[in-house]
């Protein structure tokens, strides 16, 4: 008789955008001519920059020419060029990593999902309340408990370590998704010296660290002195430069992380996780890896850095405008999100249906994230700058006084 | 402290082709200048045909145009233009399934590995000895029990279900990887009413559908009566039309599959799969899935059926070869996998130094699939004509009287 793995029956019912996806279904279909504007899904607007395309074409090219096919990659932790180019990348912001270090992924989502595979069930997995549901629903599916460390108005939604609280897996995101908030070199130390303490293991999220455009901020936990010895760091091109739809990430595990064995001993995080992708992926797609490559050469940087401008743009209209209303908000400096307290004292998901039915204006609710969630919004700059114009001139009318 | 997931340190030391690398790679720097053939790891060498480069190309321009860019997939499960193209391809050969139970993937290394995540550890899996070692490793990596059914000498290496042992979970595939056997319709049917008889689910991979050519064998498990009810197919591009490299696959999951919850109730095998890949998966990249899309265009499959036919000239000529050297093996008609017993009786590593060291020819251990691959051996038909020839010559000389 063939069980469910039954932890699956402990996750929420619906995963939130598959419920936003339902509701906007609903309203188009109830009124199809309507312009709704989409603020909501952490997705991208503007298309691939040419230096990207040029390179995947290029590749593909290859693909099809005998001499230059490419099969099975030899490791399917990622080809040299590209795993060269992250470190590069990183060194350009002053953090040294090795290339050996650089595993490449079809995106921070798989990574982030699957990393829980080389865990045992027995762990405290220590998650900032609001959090990206993946960090959450994968480890409920994999049984290990979970526990809240709260973000919320009184710290600006940047939650600290609480000492006298015991954790073996903590996951932090900066620039946070949801809440836009980026924790400073100070913050985040304080978390790296945490994690010592409880020798516990930081998988750290850096989906966002192209937003950050402080020299102050921390881009990656591996500014922090002591984190290449407690973090993972996870990072994708999907906001970076626009690859939500071409599926590219990375993550990197320094050398010297271990966890323990059941008798205690050192294990090499490194080994174990290169086991688990050696045995259930099979690497990314090669036109991908160079179109990945693509973005980290000058011509790439400086169209992808223009099109993070522009996104950026978008996040100082939406500041301003909530500014004028006098509506409190973390996020929209350093980070595409801008999360707010919903108005008129409502609840997220009611806010959610309020603003699709009264300004058709799709967000998300920040009750989708975890409990200190609810009662506030998100809302993403990753529409265009005209679409951005007119959804803020729709939310001033529905939310002014 | 964190803790690792102890089922790792039940794993064998290393995985089988990782192990072929490191010697082949020892072997070429002490001896760089020769030429080495390649008949080891199921890896392809033709390139992608004019069809599928072309559609890559054309979906990775409209990646770099605004009104066609594609970010995020709504489902993550594949887009509808794929999914249709695999279900009007199974009615090509006589099958149906619904578009819907068509489930995109990255390829079925991947959709093999992590579909364990859905069952409890508490389950049984049967899997055939000798067999692709992903399903082992990811069933040890779950913590669940191993049991082997044996493919041998005796039953032509296609193993038979033992009405007197039980299994939650089968793991089937044909045609076989490694041995190249294909199983009838009939023994296809005695699994299904073996799985039924046990409440069990079958993992059906049918990576090498493609090289049947006889109309009497099975190219899915869902020509089979009942299969519906027990079984999932996973299935590949890679081999069918080169994507090794490329990345791409699709597992069929019928609606009306069931698991048991832990309380003995039915339990949607489909709405667990999709919740898993929900949150551990983002889709497939768009220009990946636009040149699977073009496999299955007429065009394509003319091209792709053209690169299958030259490996199986290959494969012929391999059988000729063992023919009239009086090896036995099984393989090489309907599957581009030749399995042979080692000459000299020596052993499949031994043989694999020797074949190296003497005729520079790489192949791949039986042992390296389970213990009833000792003393047997694995040859691909995925190199070229001309080094198809070249190594069976080197061959006969190495094994001739």
Same mark, same amino acid.
């Given at each position: 008789m063939a069980k469910m793995n039954e932890s699956f029956l402990s996750l929420k019912k619906s995963y939130l955008f598959i419920e936003i996806g339902k509701r906007v279904r609903e309203y188009i279909a109830a009124h199809p001519d309507n312009k709704i504007i989409r603020? *909501?899904?952490? %997705?991208?607007?503007q298309p691939l920059v040419p230096a990207v395309v040029e390179a995947m074409k290029k590749a593909a090219d290859e693909m099809g020419v005998k001499e230059t096919f490419r099969g099975y990659?030899? @490791?399917?932790? *990622?080809y040299d060029f590209l795993r060269d180019a992250v470190r590069d990348y990183y060194k350009s912001f002053g953090v040294e990593v090795k290339s050996a270090e650089v595993l490449i992924s079809d995106g921070a989502k798989s990574d982030c999902g699957n990393?829980? +595979?080389?865990? @045992?069930?027995d762990n405290t997995v220590l998650i900032t309340d609001?959090? #990206?549901p993946v960090y959450v629903d994968s480890n409920v599916m994999g049984g290990r408990k979970v526990i809240f460390a709260d973000s919320n108005e009184e710290n600006g939604f940047a939650a600290m370590p609480d000492k006298n609280v015991h954790a073996d897996i903590i996951y932090l995101c900066s620039p946070n998704n949801p809440t836009g908030s980026v924790y400073t070199k100070a913050q985040l130390k304080e978390w790296v010296d945490y994690a010592i303490a409880n020798d516990a293991v930081i998988i750290y +999220?850096?989906? #966002?660290?192209?937003?950050? @455009?402080?020299?102050?901020?921390?881009? @990656?936990?591996?500014?922090?002195?002591?984190a290449r010895k407690c973090a993972v760091e996870i990072c994708s091109l999907s906001k970076t430069a626009g690859f939500t739809g071409t599926r590219c990430g990375y993550t990197i595990v320094p050398e010297e992380l271990m966890l323990k064995t059941p008798t205690g001993e050192d294990i090499s995080f490194y080994q174990l996780w290169t086991r688990r992708q050696g045995s259930k992926f099979n690497g990314v797609s090669y036109p991908v890896q160079r179109a990945a490559e693509a973005v980290f050469s000058p011509e790439g940087q400086a169209q992808c850095k223009a099109v993070i401008a522009s996104y950026m743009a978008n996040a100082k209209i939406m500041a301003e405008t909530f500014d004028s209303l006098g509506i409190e908000y973390t996020g929209g400096k350093n980070s595409p999100y801008i999360w707010f307290k919903c108005p008129f004292g409502m609840n997220s998901w009611d806010f959610f249906d309020k603003l699709l039915n009264e300004a058709e204006v799709v967000g998300t609710p920040g009750e989708g994230f975890g409990?200190?969630? %609810?009662?506030w919004f998100r809302l993403t700059a990753f529409n265009t700058l005209e679409n951005t114009k007119e959804a803020m001139e729709r939310f001033k009318k529905l939310c002014g006084k």
């Open positions: 603020m *909501g899904i952490g %997705d991208v607007t990659e030899d @490791s399917g932790l *990622g990393i829980g +595979d080389i865990f @045992s069930a609001p959090a #990206y +999220d850096a989906a #966002y660290e192209a937003f950050i @455009s402080d020299p102050e901020l921390p881009r @990656s936990i591996f500014c922090i002195e002591g409990k200190n969630g %609810d009662g």
